[in-house]
């Protein structure tokens, strides 16, 4: 099964080393016709106006809503979880979305105090922590009835799936588990 990473920005090589730990074939995907050669798609974090633009840019993103729109697979991880949701709160929007998952999203709400940080978290079906790196992270403010909430850090959901897609508001391809990686993977089987 083969899985494309967003090949824009961000940690594109940690994650396909994530995909392929989880028995996946990762793909780097940059072209319409790359991506119309995955299964399904990891959206990875950086800045979500400029992964948008290059989006835009590269002809993928109504290739990109297409393919999204009728049964693949997508993981959003920070940046990428910001892409996914069909609204933004506050004053930085993001614009050149693919917006399929049932979320109010605001950007960079950590603030400047705790702009980055750790955490081990409780994930739902997982036995034992995830430790998660929030790196000026958005937060779900609000989610639709159909989305479930697998984790969360303060009362805020850090980590919701919506069907066959999932998103999380940090990264989980900087520490070497590939537990997150893997749940997606088991999505994107069942999807299939
Ligand atoms: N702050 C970034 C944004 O708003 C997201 C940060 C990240 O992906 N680590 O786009």
Known sequence: MKVGVLGLQGDV??????????????????TADS???????????????TI?????????????????ESGMPLYGTCAGAILMSKEIAGPHD?????????????RNAYGRQVD?????IAVRGLDEAFRAVFIR????EDVGDAVEILASVDDRAVL?????????TFHPEMTGDNRVHELFVSIVRGAL
């Open 137 to 140: 992270a958005p937060v779900f």
């Open 160 to 168: 919701v799936r919506q069907g066959r897609f999932l998103a999380s």
């Open 94 to 106: 993001a614009p050149f979305r693919v917006p399929v998952l049932d979320v109010v999203t605001r």
């Open 35 to 49: 991506l119309a050669s995955v299964d399904a798609l990891v959206m990875p974090g950086g800045e979500s106006t």
């Open 116 to 120: 980055s940080f750790e955490t081990d």
């Open 52 to 68: 948008g633009k290059l989006l835009d840019r590269f002809e993928l993103l109504e290739p990109l809503r297409d393919r999204a």
């Open 13 to 30: 090589r940690e994650h396909c080393t994530a995909l392929d730990g989880a028995g996946a074939t990762p793909v780097v995907v940059k």
